[in-house]
């Protein structure tokens, strides 16, 4: 898994960094991700993209000055559905996904702790009954070690900079949307107090 002691005291430190990370941003409390998932707190959806266009200007970086190689896992469509299914249950039941469960964890809460075991036995399960999953996987087709780049044909970094552009973007629209849907807002438009004041003014 790791190529030298080097590698595993980089991924300890950067993790330990991503997770002081997601609890600064409060996106390891309960509350903050049940908010994203009813469309009222955006604050998670801004983390991840933010770490996503990061990570991959930091990766890509990293691989073309000769520091890191990627390591791509092959594209199965039905493991990738089915895996998704699984994580949208567990994060909808639970309130977490895996890194914002370490995290809300080490904070002490106990339903964050429940999700980690629970990580932890799913994965024992698959790892025990990964020759009964290995067909389930493969039902769709293997696409091999294929990235978005690669199959639009592009460059990584056209795709970094869309990226890095789009993702802007689409945080100000859900920024601009959580304004409109406000009970402030919804009251104005309806003729509220506020706006029968205005009317008079």
Known sequence: MFESAEQMVLGLVTGIAFGFLLQKGRAAKYQVI?????????????????????????????????????????????????????????????????????????????????????????????????????????????FGKVTVPEWLGISPWTVIVILSVGIPVALWFSEYYKRDLSPEHTRDLRGGPDSARAAAA
């Open 34 to 142: 049940l908010g994203q998932l009813l469309l009222k707190d955006w604050s998670v959806l801004k983390i991840m993209t933010t770490a996503i266009v990061v990570g991959a200007i930091g990766v890509y970086a990293l691989v073309e000055l000769g520091l890191a190689r990627l390591d791509i896992w092959p594209f199965q469509l039905a493991a990738a559905l089915v895996g998704a299914v699984f994580f949208g249950i567990g994060i909808a039941v639970i309130g977490y996904c895996p890194g914002t469960g370490m995290a809300g964890a080490g904070e002490g809460s106990p339903d964050a702790m429940v999700g980690v075991l629970g990580m932890i036995t799913g994965a024992g399960i698959y790892v025990a009954a990964y020759n009964w999953f290995e067909p389930l996987a493969l039902a769709l087709g293997d």
